[in-house]
C-alpha cells in the first residue's frame, strides 16, 4: 500500500519531496481543501452519498483539517465531488450538539447524559404502559452505520417491543425495496457499477447523477461506446448529456416502458429462453401489452413516435443494456409499479445477472442499504421475512430468544406514523439522523401531529435544527468522522468508515447511545452481551448475516478496508437466473399507468417537481455550514419556462409567492429557463427558508408507502409592491 500522500503524488505525478511544501491547494480542483498540513491521514468512506467514495481525513492536533480521495479505491480512483472535498468543514462548526438538553418548563436545558437517558426510558415506558407497546414509533434514517442499524433494531423490536419503527429510506428507497421483492423475491440492487462501463445502452429513468452521483458519472464517461437514454420531464444536468433525451410527461414512465416491451415483443427482439428458464406470467404479460400502441404510448408520454422507436431499438438491439433509476421513479404513488415494470424489461430481454445488464436502483443515502439489510424496517435482519416462520425461528435460533419474541409482521411505514400520531395511537416518538421538518412531505400536518405528541426525543449531531427545536428531549450525537463502522453502498460494496477525531463536548456515537439505553431498560445482557465496539455488532452481524442474500460471514474489518470495500453477493447478483423466490423463478408484472394524485387545475395550473443540486445535501445541517458550498448555491430558487414567466409578466431573478393547497413558499427568487417545460416548476427541497414541503402532497405509494414528492398542484403570484419591500 503506497502512502496516502504517494498516492496523490502519484495521480499528479509530482516529486515526493516537494510535495509537502504544496499542500495548501487541492491539486484536482485548485481550491483549498484544507486549512493546515495535517499530522496524519485516516482512510475511511465518504458520509454522504450512496456512491461510496474512498478518501482519507487529514488530522491535525485532533482537528480534522482535510480531506483527499483514495486513488487505490475502486470506487472512486482518487476522484472526489464538491461535497467530498469539503467534508471536513462541517465537523468542528460551531452548531454541532455538544451536550443533551431536556424541555424543562418549556426551555431546553442542558443535563447530563444520566438524566438524559433515564428520562428517555421512563417517558417511553410510562407511555408505553399507559398505551401499549406500539404507542411508542421510531423514525431513523440511512445515515447511521450498519452496525447501529443492526443495534437500533435489536432494541427497539426486541428491548421497547414495538414494531412502529421505520427509517427515512421510506421517503427514498421503499419502492425499489418492494418493487425488487415483487420481482425477485427479494431486495438487493443486482448490478454494479463496472456496469455502467461496459453496457453498450444505458437507459437513465428519473435519475440526475450529474448532479447527485457525480462520481458515478465517472464510470460511466469510461464507456465511450455506450448509448445515453436519459428519460426526465426536466432536462436536468445528466439529460444535457444524453444520446437521447427524453422528455417524459412526468408519471409516463411505466407507459413508456410498457410500450418499449411491445416493441421489443412484437419485433422478436427477447430472450425467449431466458423467459423460459426464469420467469413466470409471460403470456400474461403479453396480453396485457396489447393495448400499448404506439399511438398510445406516444400520446400518454408526450414523445414522438420515431424516438419511442428508437429508444425501444436501441435497448432491444444492446447486447448489455442497463436501467437504472432513482427518485423520478421511487418519489411516486405508482413507483413500485413502475420498477416492477423496469425489472420485467430487463427479465425479458435477458438483460441481468450479465457485465453491463441489470435494473439497477442507485441508492441515496451513504448507507441507505445498511438499513435495508440489517434494520428491522421492511425485513427482519438479512432480508428475512417478518411473514416467514422459518425466517423467524431461524433468527430466534441465532438469538437463542423464544421465536415468539420475533415480530410477524412490519409495523408502520414512516407516514402511518405520522398518521398515528394524529389517530392519537402514537404518543411518543425517537427521532434519529433526519430532519423531517424540511425533509416530509406536507408540513402543516407535519407541524399538526408532533405537537400532539407527549414526548419527542431528537438524536442530531446538530442543535438547532428545525426537528431539534421542538423535541422534548436532544440528544447529542457523533457525526462521521467520530465513529466507526460500516456502509454499504448502492454496488453492495461494504467499506469502512473510520473515527479519526473526538466527538465534539459531551456528544456520543448512536451506537454508545444504544448501549447506554439498553442498560437503562435492562435488556443489555440479553441484546447486546458482551457488546463494547461496533467490532462486536458487526461480529454478531456476521452470523446472522451467514447464508442469507447479504451475507458478511466472510468479511472483516481489516478485509474491507484493504480491499476498498467487499461487495455482498459478488460483483452481480442472480448470474445464474436463479431468484431468491419458491420455485426459483422472477415474475413478471403486468401493470397499466394511472394519473398523479393531484393534476394542475384552474387555481393551481402548475405542476410542483423538487430536487437536488449538486453543492447541497439534502435539508443543508451540513453543507449549510460549509462556506464554499453556501456560497455556490447560497439561497433556492424556482425554475419556471420562459413562456409562463412572459405570460405571468414574472421577470428573471424576480422574487415570488409559490403556493398550492396545503401551504406556501413566501418568497423565492426566479429562475427563468427552458430546462423545465411549460406547465412545470421545478424548486430544490434543501431550504427552509424556502421550504418546498410546505407544498408537496400528502399521497403515498399504496405498497411502498414513499411520498408522491415529485408532482402536485401549485400556483405562482408576483409579490405586491409593499411584499417586494418598496421595489
Ligand atoms: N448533491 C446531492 N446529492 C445527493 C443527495 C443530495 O441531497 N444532494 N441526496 C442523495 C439521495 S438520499 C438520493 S435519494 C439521491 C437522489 O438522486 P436523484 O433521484 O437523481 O435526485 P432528484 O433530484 O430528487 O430527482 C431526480 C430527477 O427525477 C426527475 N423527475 C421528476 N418527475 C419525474 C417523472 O415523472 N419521471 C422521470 N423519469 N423523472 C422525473 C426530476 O426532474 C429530477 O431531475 O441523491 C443522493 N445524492
Ligand atoms: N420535496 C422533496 N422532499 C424530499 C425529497 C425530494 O426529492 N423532494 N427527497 C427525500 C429523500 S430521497 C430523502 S433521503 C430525505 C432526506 O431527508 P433527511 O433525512 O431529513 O435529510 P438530512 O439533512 O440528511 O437529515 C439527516 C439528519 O441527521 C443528522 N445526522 C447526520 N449524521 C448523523 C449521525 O451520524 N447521527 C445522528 N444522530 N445524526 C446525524 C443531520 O445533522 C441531519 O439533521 O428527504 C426526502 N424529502
Ligand atoms: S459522489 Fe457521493 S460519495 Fe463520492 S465524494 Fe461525492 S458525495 Fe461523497
Ligand atoms: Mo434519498
Known amino acids: 500500500m503506497l502512502s496516502p500522500l504517494k498516492n ?35 482512510k475511511t468512506t465518504c458520509g454522504y452519498c450512496s456512491v461510496g467514495c474512498g478518501m482519507y481525513l487529514g488530522v491535525r492536533e485532533g482537528h480534522a483539517v482535510a480531506v483527499h480521495g483514495d486513488s487505490d479505491h475502486p470506487v472512486n480512483h482518487g476522484i472526489l ?33 444520566e438524566t438524559a437517558l433515564n ?59 418492494a418493487g425488487y421483492k415483487r420481482s425477485f423475491g427479494s431486495d438487493g440492487p443486482p448490478g454494479c457499477y463496472a456496469d455502467f462501463e461496459v453496457a453498450d445502452c444505458i437507459f437513465l429513468v428519473g435519475a440526475n447523477i450529474a448532479d447527485n452521483h457525480p462520481i458515478l458519472w465517472d464510470h460511466l464517461r469510461k464507456n465511450t461506446s455506450r448509448t445515453l437514454i436519459v428519460a426526465d420531464p426536466r432536462l436536468s444536468k445528466t439529460a444535457m448529456l444524453a444520446d437521447l433525451y427524453l422528455p417524459v410527461k412526468p408519471r409516463s414512465d411505466l407507459t413508456l416502458i410498457n410500450g418499449i416491451m411491445k416493441i421489443l415483443i412484437d419485433a422478436g427482439k427477447i430472450d425467449r429462453i431466458y423467459i423460459a428458464r426464469h420467469t413466470h406470467r409471460f403470456e400474461e404479460l403479453v396480453s396485457h401489452l396489447k393495448k400499448y400502441s404506439l399511438d398510445f404510448v406516444s400520446e400518454q408520454t408526450g414523445l414522438p413516435r420515431d424516438l419511442i422507436k428508437k429508444v425501444a431499438h436501441t ?17 411516486s404513488t405508482q413507483g413500485t409499479e413502475t420498477v416492477n415494470a423496469i425489472n420485467t424489461l430487463a427479465l425479458i430481454t435477458g438483460n441481468i445477472g450479465r457485465p453491463g445488464a441489470a435494473p439497477f436502483s442507485i441508492t441515496g443515502q451513504c448507507n441507505a442499504m445498511g438499513t435495508r439489510e440489517a434494520g428491522f424496517t421492511s425485513s427482519l435482519p438479512g432480508y428475512r421475512k417478518f411473514e416467514n416462520l422459518q425466517d423467524r425461528e431461524e433468527l430466534a435460533r441465532i438469538w437463542k430468544v423464544p421465536v415468539e419474541e420475533i415480530p410477524q409482521e412490519r409495523g408502520w411505514a414512516y407516514p402511518d406514523i405520522i398518521e398515528g400520531i394524529v389517530k392519537g395511537k402514537i404518543k411518543a416518538l425517537w427521532i434519529l439522523a433526519t430532519n423531517p421538518f424540511v425533509s416530509y412531505p406536507n408540513q402543516e400536518l407535519l407541524k399538526d401531529a408532533i405537537s400532539r405528541l407527549e414526548f419527542l426525543v431528537v438524536q442530531d449531531g446538530f442543535h438547532p435544527t428545525p426537528t431539534t427545536e421542538v423535541a422534548d428531549l436532544v440528544l447529542p450525537a457523533a457525526m462521521w468522522g467520530e465513529k466507526e463502522g460500516t456502509y454499504t453502498n448502492s454496488e453492495r460494496r461494504v467499506l469502512k468508515v473510520n473515527r479519526a477525531v473526538d466527538p465534539p463536548g459531551e456528544a456520543r456515537s448512536d451506537f454508545d447511545i444504544f448501549l447506554e439505553i439498553a442498560k437503562k431498560l435492562g435488556v443489555s445482557n440479553a441484546l447486546f452481551s458482551g457488546w463494547k465496539k461496533p467490532r462486536d455488532a458487526f461480529e454478531e452481524w456476521k452470523t446472522v448475516s451467514q447464508g442469507r442474500l447479504c451475507d458478511y460471514s ?26 431468491p423466490t419458491s420455485d426459483r423463478k422472477a415474475r413478471l408484472w403486468a401493470v397499466d399507468g394511472c394519473s398523479e394524485p393531484e393534476p394542475p387545475n384552474d387555481r393551481y395550473p402548475f405542476l410542483l417537481n423538487t430536487g437536488r443540486t449538486v453543492e447541497h445535501w439534502h435539508t443543508r445541517t451540513k453543507t449549510g455550514r460549509i462556506e464554499l458550498l453556501e456560497k455556490m448555491s447560497p439561497e433556492a430558487w424556482v425554475e419556471i419556462n420562459p413562456e409562463d414567466a412572459r405570460q405571468l409578466k414574472i421577470r428573471q431573478h424576480e422574487v415570488v409567492r409559490v403556493a398550492s393547497q396545503r401551504g406556501e413558499i413566501p418568497k423565492v427568487a426566479v429562475r427563468i429557463t427552458s430546462t423545465v417545460p411549460s406547465g412545470h416548476l421545478f424548486i430544490p427541497f434543501h431550504y427552509i427558508e424556502a421550504c418546498a414541503n410546505n407544498l408537496t402532497v400528502s399521497e403515498f405509494d399504496p405498497i411502498s408507502r414513499e411520498p408522491n414528492y415529485k408532482q402536485c398542484a401549485v400556483k405562482v403570484e408576483k409579490l405586491s409592491f409593499a411584499e417586494r419591500g418598496g421595489f
Not at 83 to 109: M, N, Q, V, W, Y
Not at 555 to 576: K, V
Open 8 to 42: 496523490i503524488s502519484r495521480f499528479l505525478g509530482i516529486d515526493t519531496a516537494k510535495e509537502k511544501y504544496r499542500y495548501g491547494i487541492d491539486p484536482q480542483f485548485g481550491y483549498t481543501s484544507q486549512e493546515k498540513i495535517p499530522d496524519h491521514w485516516v
Open 81 to 113: 465531488c464538491p461535497k467530498g472535498l469539503t467534508e471536513h468543514h462541517f465537523i468542528h462548526s460551531k452548531d454541532r450538539a455538544t451536550e443533551p438538553l431536556l424541555k424543562i418548563k418549556g426551555r431546553l436545558r442542558p443535563v447530563h447524559w
Open 119 to 177: 428520562t428517555l426510558v421512563d417517558r417511553f415506558v410510562r407511555i408505553q404502559r399507559n398505551y401499549g407497546n406500539q404507542a411508542l414509533g421510531v423514525l431513523s434514517t440511512g445515515q447511521l452505520v450498519t452496525e447501529e442499524f443492526y443495534a437500533l433494531g435489536k432494541l427497539v423490536q426486541l428491548g421497547f417491543k414495538t414494531t412502529n419503527y421505520d427509517g427515512n429510506t421510506t421517503l427514498c428507497m421503499s419502492t425499489a425495496v
Open 315 to 331: 435497448y432491444g438491439d444492446a447486447k448489455a443494456g442497463l436501467i437504472a433509476w432513482t427518485m423520478g421513479v421511487n418519489h
Open 554 to 579: 466472510h468479511m472483516t474489518y481489516e478485509a474491507i478496508e484493504a480491499q476498498g470495500g467487499i461487495q455482498w453477493g459478488g460483483e452481480r447478483l442472480y448470474t445464474n437466473g436463479e431468484y
